[in-house]
């Protein structure tokens, strides 16, 4: 009997559940976006009044209760089973919040420390590396995929076009 193949988007959304899950208790709360949100903060070295984390907070809030509402579920955390299916159902869902498209400009905003608009090689890999602990080899894969190979270079409109396709 042959095994159920994985699905690539699945097992990405895992991973990111996995990353989330600070107390790795098996759940997602909003304490662990506060979290998360936290550490973007202390990697950009802004405080909480700086408008790029006032819109990333909003953002993850509004993206939190589009998973509450797609889990369909009365309380206020979320399994990895329930968060790969409201991640699925947010993520496709266009009459409300575009998840992917509004994070990775606010996300965008937040790792283009310089202003430049672009994401440098320094600063993609700090931000996965202090924000979602990812190796520096996989965010080096991640700009070669993104950027242009000429410039080591993300532009917005990549970075944007790069969530998107995580996504699908």
Request: a negative charge.
């Amino acid at each position: 009997m042959a095994g159920k193949t994985a699905d690539p988007v699945e097992l990405k959304i895992e991973y990111e559940f996995d990353k989330l899950d600070g107390n790795h208790d098996g759940y997602i709360e909003w304490s662990d976006y506060e979290a998360l949100v936290g550490r973007y903060k202390k990697t950009a070295k802004v405080n909480e009044n700086d408008r790029r984390v006032r819109a990333l907070e909003a953002f993850y809030r509004m993206h939190w209760l589009e998973l509450l509402r797609h889990a369909d579920i009365h309380e206020d955390r979320l399994s990895k089973t329930q968060y790969v299916t409201a991640t699925r159902l947010a993520t496709s869902d266009e009459n409300r919040l575009k998840v992917s498209e509004v994070g990775a400009h606010v996300i965008f905003d937040l790792i283009d420390v310089d202003g430049d608009d672009a994401i440098s090689n320094e600063e993609l890999t700090r931000f996965l590396d202090s924000v979602w602990k990812i190796d520096k080899s996989d965010a080096v894969y991640g700009l070669d995929a993104l950027g242009s190979e000429r410039s080591k270079r993300i532009s917005r409109d990549d970075f944007v076009n790069g969530i998107n396709e995580h996504l699908e």
